[in-house]
């Protein structure tokens, strides 16, 4: 059957088997290259596959070139020798994706068979994960062939401080394919004015005057970047080689104190959402118009930030984040870490290869202002403290410019992992889950939580999920549960307390969710889990009303001086594309 790509297979159909399939799919096409790429043997042909979901091997006209664990994240093939070999120009390409989840995947899951004749048929068996949202599967992003000459920039780290009013730009650029090169890096300012130059695969670049990269709403011109211009000369074994790419760089610092989060020096607070890679037909497929849609209703609302929970996102919305000012905490796929056989040398073994090729990928980006590294997992279990520990220590090591968390749930007395995070992340659903129907006894129960945790910990609070499920257009006065009104009553009480632990050490509030999300099904979802404050069709429910309001006073209140944001203008309008 014809498959779009990207895109979930699962809701494409009218077929349930398919959409609730466990196994191997394949996906196969032809491609045509230009000569130029099967004729030069100067040219690297490289295939990148952007997240296949879960395990993935790619074949070229069936001869194996990659295989890759992890949904999430990008792998690619050096394909040229098998494009080169011969008269064609076309080839044939080969995907067989599993989406099986075990116990050692990220996340975890279990194959559970009910071998029970007198219950279910022969061999049945059922896909269990301890995690809220569908396992949709697939091709969530493009598949992309590209090319670099042999000798190639492979990579670059640019890491940024600032000195007074000096910001400094340290870069380190990896080359592969020779020993024998000569770089030259050449710093831009938005006006395309050369600000800075180096030569060499590291050193450090001074900006005088430098403009900060500050988030949006915080300062009249957020998401300042200038572009890091990267050449390459290199002498082939065929004659010279030259590769160049630019990097776009935000100048800005990042720290934590006992009770602050400081960008740039000053106290940044995160009027957040927690999102999902989620929508109708398409699932979980890398989808523009969504992600367009979705900035501009984060920018309505106000909101300075975002949680990619509980995955890696798609890099183009990183790229976005940047250019807004969005601030990021970005988070692994280590959602639904609870048995404690998950927590073992596998485990954690993949879990830090994830790790690596998650910083390797998001690193440059100055929106990405704090890893997590996992979603609630039962982290008041013996092995939490050695395995988050290892995993924290790794993390920083990797990337010693920005803090590591885990978001929790688990009691502030019983959290083995807790001591090894810079900000304590707790998720609660009051008056949900416990204590239902019960608002009135948010207030004194969100207080207690906030001071055990501090009280333990001395270090700064985000409550990083809270929330209700409102199906939308169902009204209730008084409030009652799964209603709009008691959506936004919970939230109304969360936000009296909220108000007054951000004037001592809660540096954030990130809603659950921004908007409706598919789930598996069970007795307590609705098709779905309905705690959006926007519907799956991204249509505002009265909370988002709610959360603009005081997302725009928030901002207008901590960060004055910035000019003021008109979100609307009239008159003509320019695209950019
Ligand atoms: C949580 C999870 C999130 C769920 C949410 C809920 O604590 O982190 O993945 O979707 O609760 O709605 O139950």
Redo the contacts with the bound molecule.
Sequence with gaps: MDMPVPSSFNDMTQDEQLRSFIGWVWYEREAVLPQRWTQDPGTRVVLRVNSAHYYAIVWVNGIHVAEHEGGHLPFEADISKLVQSGPLSSFRVTIAINNTLTLHTLPPGAITYKDDPSRYPKGYFVQDTK???FNYAGLHRSVVLHTTPTTYIDDITVTTDVDQDIGLVNYQIFVQGSEHFHLEVCLLDEDGKVVAKGTGNQGQLQVPNAQLWWPFLMHERPAYLYSLEVRMNAQGTDGPVSDWYTLPVGIRTVSVTDSKFLINGKPFFFNGV?KHEDADIRGKGFDWPLVMKDFNLLRWLGANSFRT??YPYAEEVLQLCDRYGIVLIDESPG?GISLPQSFDNQSLEHHLQVMEEMVRRDKNHPAVVMWSVA??PASALKPAGYYFKTLIDYTKALDPTRPVTF?T?TRYDADLGAPYVDVICV?S?LS??NDFGHLEVIQIQLETQFENWYNTYHKPIIQS?Y?A?AITGLHQDPPLMFSEEYQKALLEQYHLVLDQKRKEYVIGELI??FAD?M?NQSPTRVIG?K?GIFTRQRQPKSSAFLLRERYWRLANETWPHRSRETPWHLGSRRFTF
């Design positions: 995690f809220d949202f927690n929970s509980h959602v979603n609630e978001v749930h998720n659903y949900w889950y999920e929330g499920e659950w969710n999300f789930t889990n705690k």
